[in-house]
């Protein structure tokens, strides 16, 4: 039996719909990109502000806004998302894929505790299973979810509301959140570009065992090729909504083809040896590293 790939891209792109502004109408905003995930799989989207990575995973999850549209196709576990309604696509959001923001705070419900927010992809979860969960399964589900994640201050973090707690534990409560479905793709979405450096090292690292643990496949998007490097062995680079480079990362540093991967790698260099100078390591040896570090 052939295995369906988790996530299938064909010559998907976006661009805006029928506008006021002659100019904008029919304007592309991401030119046909192509790309194969299958179970365990992870893949790198980099680039700049603008380069059409997060439109790239609103498209995947089907949910771009109504002023744009999407064409190619989409296929989630075999499942098609362009074109395909709303009410179709609802139950494919938690099984098929799964999304962590950037920024937790505003992603969080800022009214609801964090224990129930947690409970409610629970709770989905054991309906489309057909299960039916009492009150001490579902506590004892979320407590097990906050320690997959690293908050062992269980009862405080269940109690708390998102302004109450740290913003790693908030990301780390979005992660428990968007794994809790079991979906067979993680879409993160710069995760960590709101936290500190150290906090962001320990969310790469949470995010690069999880995903291990449960093979789960896993796009990752970023503005930070160090970042990236962190977690995924290959990339795909773009620029303006255009693919204009792909490849290992390792590859990628050793010799970028296109100029914009050339200043990105340049970037990483110059932020690597900030942090090599405190190992003792030269900037080319850091970054090197990072790359060897990747998953296969």
Same mark, same amino acid.
């Given at each position: 039996m052939t295995n369906v790939p988790v996530l299938e891209l064909r010559d998907l792109s976006v661009?805006?719909?029928?506008?006021?502004?002659?100019t904008a109408a029919g304007r592309t905003l991401l030119a046909p990109l192509s790309l194969t995930l299958g179970a365990g799989e992870r893949v790198g989207l980099i680039?700049?502000?603008g380069s059409g990575k997060s439109l790239t995973a609103l498209a995947i999850s089907g949910l771009l806004p109504s002023g744009l549209a999407s064409s190619g196709s989409v296929r989630l576990g075999g499942a098609e998302v362009v074109g395909t309604r709303e009410k179709l696509l609802v139950p494919l959001r938690g099984r098929a894929s799964s999304m962590v923001f950037q920024e937790p705070l505003t992603a969080l419900d800022p009214l609801m505790?964090?224990?129930?927010?947690?409970a409610e992809p629970l709770k989905r979860r054991a309906k489309r299973d057909g299960l039916s969960l009492s009150r001490d399964d579902l506590r004892s589900g979320i407590r097990n979810a906050l320690l997959e994640v690293a908050l062992t201050d269980t009862d405080r973090i269940t109690g708390a509301y998102p302004h109450e707690v740290s913003g790693g534990q908030r990301q780390r409560?979005?992660?428990?959140?968007? $794994?809790?479905?079991?979906p067979a793709l993680l879409i993160a979405d710069e995760p960590t570009t709101a936290l500190d450096v150290t906090v962001q090292g320990e969310i790469l690292d949470l995010l690069d065992r999880v995903v291990a643990e449960r093979g789960t496949a896993l796009?990752?998007?970023?503005h930070d090729l160090a970042v990236v490097s962190r977690v995924v062995r290959d990339v795909v680079v773009l620029k303006d909504g255009i693919a204009v480079e792909r490849g290992r990362i390792a590859d990628l540093l050793v010799a970028p083809q296109h100029e914009y991967t050339r200043a990105l790698v340049e970037g990483a260099r110059a932020f690597d040896t900030a942090l090599g100078r405190r190992r003792? $390591?030269?900037?080319?040896e850091s970054t090197d590293k990072r790359a060897e570090g990747t998953h296969d």
């Amino acid at each position: 039996m052939t295995n369906v790939p988790v996530l299938e891209l064909r010559d998907l792109s976006v661009s805006v719909r029928g506008s006021d502004t002659p100019t904008a109408a029919g304007r592309t905003l991401l030119a046909p990109l192509s790309l194969t995930l299958g179970a365990g799989e992870r893949v790198g989207l980099i680039g700049e502000s603008g380069s059409g990575k997060s439109l790239t995973a609103l498209a995947i999850s089907g949910l771009l806004p109504s002023g744009l549209a999407s064409s190619g196709s989409v296929r989630l576990g075999g499942a098609e998302v362009v074109g395909t309604r709303e009410k179709l696509l609802v139950p494919l959001r938690g099984r098929a894929s799964s999304m962590v923001f950037q920024e937790p705070l505003t992603a969080l419900d800022p009214l609801m505790r964090l224990g129930g927010q947690l409970a409610e992809p629970l709770k989905r979860r054991a309906k489309r299973d057909g299960l039916s969960l009492s009150r001490d399964d579902l506590r004892s589900g979320i407590r097990n979810a906050l320690l997959e994640v690293a908050l062992t201050d269980t009862d405080r973090i269940t109690g708390a509301y998102p302004h109450e707690v740290s913003g790693g534990q908030r990301q780390r409560v979005a992660i428990a959140m968007a $794994l809790a479905t079991r979906p067979a793709l993680l879409i993160a979405d710069e995760p960590t570009t709101a936290l500190d450096v150290t906090v962001q090292g320990e969310i790469l690292d949470l995010l690069d065992r999880v995903v291990a643990e449960r093979g789960t496949a896993l796009v990752f998007i970023s503005h930070d090729l160090a970042v990236v490097s962190r977690v995924v062995r290959d990339v795909v680079v773009l620029k303006d909504g255009i693919a204009v480079e792909r490849g290992r990362i390792a590859d990628l540093l050793v010799a970028p083809q296109h100029e914009y991967t050339r200043a990105l790698v340049e970037g990483a260099r110059a932020f690597d040896t900030a942090l090599g100078r405190r190992r003792g $390591l030269t900037g080319d040896e850091s970054t090197d590293k990072r790359a060897e570090g990747t998953h296969d």
